[in-house]
């Protein structure tokens, strides 16, 4: 399996403008979890969807950033509009909910890397 | 006060030296604990898994896990150049494909 797979890699936008960002979750999982790492705060879950549906969503900063999944393969982080402090690195993780504890493990894409000037 | 805890550093070590990396946490509620690898512009990546307290062992790698002071460490023994990156500790309260708290990270040099 290629892993958890998001793109882009890399965002610059204007503040202002609405971003967009998938992630692709390992074929299987039913699991998918979208967090943010700053400098400051380090890694923090903005919202995860167990079997595509948005299950907690108390870290999402506020109403400019919503998150869907609308299916088992899919989802995206929109943020609209965008605002400089948003800047970051956004992570999507999947998971299974197996049986033994050992496969409950989060693997996480590469990130996207978003700047908002 | 965050519930995890963790020393930014950075550490730097000498190649072969042995590593010690900590987390200290305030929430007794948390069960699963892991520590998680990120190097430099890549997804943070999973090195251990435990559940409540004790010790694992994963060749060069040790987890321990010390409930009664809300305590977790990863040792590396015989620490390579390639062991540099940020070192993450995550927890969390049910199983691990529930939400992970995590610690700041603790970014680990070692020099040859």
């Known amino acids: 399996d290629a892993g958890v797979i998001q793109s882009p890699r890399h965002e610059v936008t204007e503040m202002g403008q609405e971003v967009t960002l998938r992630c692709k979750p390992i074929s299987g999982h039913n699991s998918l979890f979208w967090y943010r790492q700053t400098m400051m705060r380090g890694l923090e879950l903005l919202i995860y969807f167990n079997n595509n549906v948005p299950i907690d969503d108390s870290g999402m900063p506020e109403d400019r950033f919503s998150a869907k999944m609308p299916n088992a393969s899919f989802s995206t982080l929109k943020i609209q509009p965008s605002e400089p402090r948003d800047s970051a690195v956004y992570f999507c993780?999947?998971?299974?909910?197996?049986?033994?504890?050992?496969?409950?493990?989060?693997?996480f894409g590469a990130g996207t890397r978003l700047s908002v000037l | 006060q965050k519930e995890v805890e963790q020393d930014p550093g950075p550490l730097s070590v000498p190649e072969g030296a042995i590593v010690s990396l900590n987390c200290t946490y305030s929430n007794s509620a948390f069960q699963y604990f892991m520590w998680y690898r990120q190097y430099s512009r890549k997804g943070p990546e999973l090195l251990m898994y435990?559940?409540?307290?004790g010790n694992k062992e994963d060749g060069r790698f040790t987890a321990q896990v010390d409930k009664s002071s809300k305590y977790i460490s990863l040792f590396i023994r015989d620490s390579q150049p390639s062991d540099s990156a940020t070192y993450l500790c995550a927890m969390s309260k049910i199983s691990g494909n529930t939400p992970l708290v995590f610690g700041k990270g603790t970014r680990l040099s070692v020099i040859a």
């Open positions: 993780a999947s998971s299974s909910q197996g049986g033994g504890r050992e496969e409950n493990i989060q693997y």
């Open positions: 435990t559940y409540s307290s």
